[in-house]
């Protein structure tokens, strides 16, 4: 009956099925407790994640409801003319209108002027006072105690424009707060403080009173449960204290154990029922079959896992077997030499360029991990400079040859290297436990230089760039290592010789960058980009109807970023028509404003070079215009003479489009490009913008004079008009207005304003050029 192995294998699995029951009723009883106490404590410290957070909530939503009335005007006013009487009642008003249980009005030098109840607190916010001075004068959100209770304090400075005063609404940690969190931890929550003989008492609790003071009576010391969460004597209670941030003060969260511990209970007498009754029965089968089961099966086993182990086959023995077994026999034996073959197979692939028989980064990575962090060594990476343009050329069976020819040629040179891999593409890594030298750089670009032979009478020569990390620079992670490679060796394609070093702080520089170019969509959404209007000042009438828009960017964690820096990088990245159809509608939407009030202002916007071989520009440029019903020329647009040569007759064919629209073109930065004279002739604009390199010292610099003056007389004979940007002294308006310059932009005037700044600077420009005509 049980001669067929499918037969004993039904017995076996039974037996088998019962030891597993014995082995996991060991288990599960074992760690069911303390699984339970396990998740008590995640409950307990979601609970205090929820707590800390309501907290913090809460000190945002005060903070805020107190500034409403710092920024009250009337409320000003009556700081800064002491009205005692108006101040306190205003103070009373809005503190009860936002719940405040102690209202205060502090000097900037930290004296408490008023106080809606009469607390020691003086030295307490003068502390407060002093330390918000030295960090700049911000909010400040606390925990502080008046006597034995704890309060949340929310400091606020009113400004006029310094600070005048400070505002601060303190909010009790009482019994309704506790309410409140309860009611959405769902767990009871107490504020408890320690009086001066050492005494601990509620200052709030959900608890019922019987039940807090038990709780308190069996604590020892609070400091023991802001570690661990501690159970009460009957083990009732699980409590955790939280730090307040308060001498002798703290929260505390108490989540109820009892049905933990009964549900503990109930399962384990079940388990200990079922697991008794399998224990026995499995028990009574193992006895009987497990001798005539276990002997075929164990030596296959065996069999087996020296085959997991990857033995040999010579090493491996099997004695002979019949039936069903001897089938399976025969056919592991067959499966074994199979996996050898393909195990050794698998393991060079998966460390090897298959192209090449050179390392791949996954051996590079393993290598690394064991070597890293090191002192001495170096990470040696090689680039074949217009690999993708010779690949081209030649095919890419040729290229691939190429590749190859460069692998050998780096292992008869790197004899020293302990690995060479190829990473990709026409990338190459030398890893060296010694230092590497700019020497060693320069050997391999000689090495390199010679002639490579790609087929018959066909050779080819090729320039590389190296890029060079050493160990001592690179970090633990293998991953950090790899990008600092990577960043040296995009610096070393643009350097002359070809070669660069890694320098300290270059991947924190990459990873600023990086985030400019990734955070510019979500500021622009969130407003942290905004637009400045520079005045240009017409000489004729000494009035200004015209304004240069300039991009402003205040990153909430890099700060502020130059506009050079992130249009560059925006422009490197290709996201730069993005930021300029921001601007556009920026400009045209607050033109709108100022036109639809009857003041005819023109304001000019830059464009980039990747704008200008944009074919759907003039169609964007007239699709705004439109859409904020306004005239043609209310829009200028400058371009800079380097822009105009990245596809010359493309950027002169747009921009004779948008002249043909009607368009105000001017040209920036006149006279640092390398087209100043040979192509203005020829670019259909309306202004040149001298450079304010030219205009600057121009009251001092003779030979700024004559190139301001050339310039302004060449621009006028071809028909443009003339801005001179940057001046900045009265000297210098004068003689440009000597020299017939049409317009002036610069300091001397106005710095870039923001849209309100402007408009009442240009009314009040106005007003003084028409009063003194």
């Not at 074994?336 to 998966?350: C, D, K, V």
Request: aromatic share 6%; proline share 3%; with cysteine.
């Amino acid at each position: 009956m049980f001669s067929s192995f499918q037969a004993r294998l039904i017995l076996f699995v039974l037996a088998l099925l019962a030891l597993a029951q014995l082995g996991t009723a060991l288990a599960v009883l074992s760690s069911l407790k303390e699984d339970n106490y396990r998740q008590g404590v995640q409950s307990i410290d979601v609970s205090r994640n929820v707590f800390d957070l309501l907290l913090e909530a809460r000190a945002e939503q005060l903070t805020k409801g107190v500034e409403i009335l710092t920024s009250d005007f009337g409320f000003k006013q009556a700081v800064a003319t002491k009205e005692t009487g108006t101040i306190r009642s205003v103070l009373q008003n809005h503190g009860a209108r936002i719940n405040a249980d102690v209202s205060l009005l502090v000097s900037p030098a930290g004296e408490v002027i008023t106080m809606t109840q009469e607390l020691n607190a003086s030295e307490v916010v003068a502390d407060l006072v002093f330390a918000a001075r030295r960090s700049g004068g911000s909010s400040i959100s606390t925990m502080i105690a008046f006597g034995d209770l704890a309060y949340q304090l929310v400091l606020v400075p009113v400004r006029s424009p310094n600070i005048v005063a400070w505002i601060g609404m303190a909010f009790l940690l009482d019994q309704s707060l506790a309410e409140e969190i309860k009611g959405v931890t769902g767990l009871d929550i107490s504020f408890v403080y320690k009086t001066q003989d050492e005494q601990i008492l509620f200052g709030g609790t959900t608890l019922p009173s019987a039940e807090g003071r038990r709780l308190l009576s069996e604590i020892e010391t609070i400091e023991e449960a802001l570690q661990d969460p501690t159970f009460s004597n009957d083990e009732k209670y699980l409590s955790l204290a939280v730090d307040l941030g308060v001498k002798n003060q703290w929260g505390m969260i108490h989540l109820p154990y009892g049905p933990w511990k009964e549900s503990y209970n109930s399962t384990r007498n079940q388990l200990l029922g079922i697991f008794a009754g399998a224990l026995a029965l499995a028990l009574l089968m193992g006895l009987a079959l497990a001798r005539n089961m276990t002997r075929p099966i164990g030596h296959l086993v065996e069999f087996a896992t020296s085959i997991g182990k990857s033995v040999q086959q010579a090493e491996l023995t099997l004695p002979n077997m019949t039936g069903e077994f001897g089938v399976l026999s025969n056919t592991m034996k067959t499966m074994q030499h199979s996996i050898l073959m393909r195990e050794e197979e698998l393991t060079y692939r998966a460390s090897h360029d298959m192209l090449t028989g050179l390392n791949n980064q996954s051996a590079v990575e393993l290598y690394l991990q064991e070597t890293l962090p090191a002192k001495e060594g170096g990470l040696l990476l090689l680039n074949i400079r217009r690999f993708r343009d010779i690949n081209n050329m030649l095919g890419f069976d040729l290229g691939n040859i190429l590749l190859g020819k460069v692998a050998n040629r780096l292992q008869d040179w790197a004899h020293q290297a302990d690995m060479i891999a190829r990473l990709g593409d026409d990338k190459f890594l030398l890893i060296f436990q010694r230092n590497i030298t700019a020497q060693d750089c320069s050997d391999l670009k000689e090495v390199m230089n010679d002639e490579l032979e790609i087929e018959s009478g066909s050779e080819l020569r090729i320039d590389v760039s190296i890029g060079v990390l050493p160990l001592e620079q690179a970090t633990e992670s293998v991953n950090a290592a790899l990008r600092r490679l990577d960043i040296v060796a995009e610096k070393a394609k643009e350097e002359s010789d070809g070669c660069a070093f890694y320098q300290v702080g270059e991947d924190e520089n990459h990873r600023r960058q990086l985030t400019i170019i990734r955070d510019l969509p979500a500021a622009l959404e969130a407003n942290q980009l905004f637009v400045v209007y520079q005045p240009k000042v017409g000489l004729a009438q000494d009035d200004c109807h015209e304004a240069e828009a300039l991009i402003r960017w205040i990153h909430p964690e890099l700060g502020f970023i130059p506009p050079d820096e992130f249009i560059a990088l925006l422009e490197h990245a290709g996201s730069i028509q993005l930021l300029t159809k921001w601007v556009l509608n920026t400009v045209l939407m607050q033109l709108n404003d100022w036109w639809q009030q009857g003041h005819t202002i023109r304001v000019a916007i830059n464009l980039s070079a990747h704008d200008l071989v944009d074919e759907e520009l003039p169609l964007i440029v007239s699709l705004a215009l439109e859409a904020n019903q306004l005239p043609v020329n209310a829009l200028a647009l400058e371009i800079t003479e380097s822009a105009v040569m990245t596809d010359r007759n493309k950027v002169i064919s747009i921009l004779q489009a948008l002249q043909n629209m009607g368009v105000h073109l001017a040209i920036d930065d006149f006279g640092t490009g390398q087209s100043s004279l040979a192509y203005l002739r020829d670019l259909p604009v309306n202004e040149v913008k001298i450079d304010r390199a030219f205009v600057q010292h121009i009251d001092t610099n003779k030979g700024d004079a004559s190139i301001a003056q050339a310039s302004i007389n060449l621009s006028h004979s071809l028909g443009f008009q003339v801005t001179a940007e940057g001046a900045e002294n009265q000297a210098g308006v004068a003689l440009l207005r000597e020299l017939h310059c049409d317009k002036i932009q610069g300091y001397f005037y106005s710095k870039p304003l923001k849209a309100a700044d402007f408009f009442a600077w240009r009314a009040e420009f106005n007003d003084k050029s028409n009063g003194s005509v």
